[in-house]
């Protein structure tokens, strides 16, 4: 509904309810109606311009369930103004309003059920093996802003702008990070009129350089009156429920475009159920809505981050009700805070799908074990919870983040974005370090059960060449990764190198194929036993590294 009419609307109702209708004085009928008539007038005008003033300034929903502080201002104001049986009317329409705005700021400690059905995941217990040669979407975001800030020299007019939110997306198969340019102000908006374009930048390779991609956009975050984007949205769909900002997406043809997440009320303008997005075109304004199963091809994060952070607190508070939430806590489980963008951290799959992903914890302080993990769809909002192997404790985010903190405490060095792998079929957090001042260092991988197994190296696959390594020392079992395939060879050792590492030995051989091997005796107790000119059958996945991962081994004359 359009703002002006919609504040005239509500005029006319605050008129009709605040003005007395009956007298106790009796003047004549022509008085009477100029009084009356001049009342309304009065009121309309005062209450016609706050309201309009009111929903301009706050941008909110204009359903008519919105106003329910203003009903109980107004009911209150007839009531006391009006007399005898019209006073008994307008003080019941006043209680009236009075349980509703009470039914609406109550409706959090009874809707809790609701929102935990609403968020309901799916449970599996461990994700799938991470294929080794894909590279992880893992250039820290921070980072990505201190070389896009650095790159600002090529925005023309570079006074008048500064960078906008940071957001990952998959562009022509290719994992990136995109940001607008957005004013820097309401005058340089007034100049400006327009802003120049956006950046991108690669969220794999740290070596890259950003790009500024031109492309004028009228209606952005930054700015002013009816060309901000977000007001602009909610005068194409005035009664929508959004929930989360406004990102911007990127089509395959470097076409920008800004979306946002709507969807409704769980119950009494309570909580929050996502069910589709609007998308603008913000070189022209263009608006359209789509339902989440509707969404174009490209749009990858079309579940606001908000949105997704919110349903995890749903799913961890209130798995016992709102009670429980604040005082038993029974099985409550604390998402983590340490996400990147709303408390969660946006990743890709071997198909290209993003996902948010969220680690839980213990609401019990000075607890830094993991309870599970989530990953939900940012495409259609489905959700996934695992539960990792019940029989180990796994370490949450913050607890990775405290390794790392002290594992570089002399240089001041941190960890930023945690992400939970399964390498070599070891639940590993994979988390980049940056200094002091924003720049990247390393790649940090430890494992989640087993925190004393720990790398690091410039790149993620260099550090993941050194874990696999690591975890055969330490005792781990490699199972290779989701594409590797397995195979067998004979052959005779050519030579052989072993190292104790704990209760374990790590046996590295090579064959005379000229191929080297490598096998824990955790695995393969008998592999200690391997010396040169041995002939042997092994079973080996295929993962093209120097040292292939040996998941069986038969020595011959000992088995």
Sequence with gaps: MNILLFSIIVGLAAALVILPISNTAKPSKKEKKNNMTAAMIG????????????????????????????????????????????????????????????????AGLFNAEEKYQSSTMAQKTEIESF???????????????????????????????????LQIQKVNGEYVYIAPVEFSGLFKWWNGDVTPGYFTLSATDS???PKFIKSEMAYTPSSYFNKNIERHMRSSFPKYIFYGDPQLEIDDEGKPFYIRSYGEFISARNGFKVEGIVVTDPQNGKTQDYRLKDIPAFI????????????????????????????????????????????VSPIFDENGDMYYFTDFTSPKEGVDSMLGYSLTNARSGKATYYTGNLEESYMDSEGALEIIEKKFIEKKWNGEMPILYNFYGEASWLTPVLDSNGFLQNYFIVSAANPEISVYGNTPNAALKQYKTALQRGGGSVDGTSEAEEKKVTGTVLRVYKEKFGDYTTVSFLLDNRQSYIVSSESNPLAIYLKEEDKVSVTYQNTGEAFLPVTEITIEGLQ
């Design 43 to 106: 009121i309309i005008i005062c209450t016609v311009p706050a309201v309009f003033v009111f929903y301009y300034i706050t941008n909110l929903d204009r359903n008519f369930s919105s106003i329910w502080i203003l009903a109980i201002i107004i009911t209150a104001l007839g009531a006391f103004i009006a007399k005898g049986k019209e006073q008994l009317i307008k003080a019941a329409l006043f209680v009236l309003s009075l349980m509703i705005g009470i039914y609406f700021l109550s």
């Design 300 to 343: 990858d994060g079309a579940v606001s981050p908000e949105t997704v952070s919110l349903q995890n607190s749903y799913f961890g508070n209130y798995v016992h009700g709102f009670l429980n939430s604040i005082f038993g806590k029974k099985d409550v489980k604390l998402p983590s805070d340490e996400g990147t963008e709303a408390n």
């Design 207 to 209: 070596t890259a350089n």
């Design 131 to 165: 294929d080794e040669k894909e590279t992880p979407a893992s250039v820290p975001p921070k980072f990505a802003r201190n070389k896009m800030r650095k790159s600002f020299g090529q925005v023309p007019n570079t006074s008048f702008y500064e960078l906008g939110n």
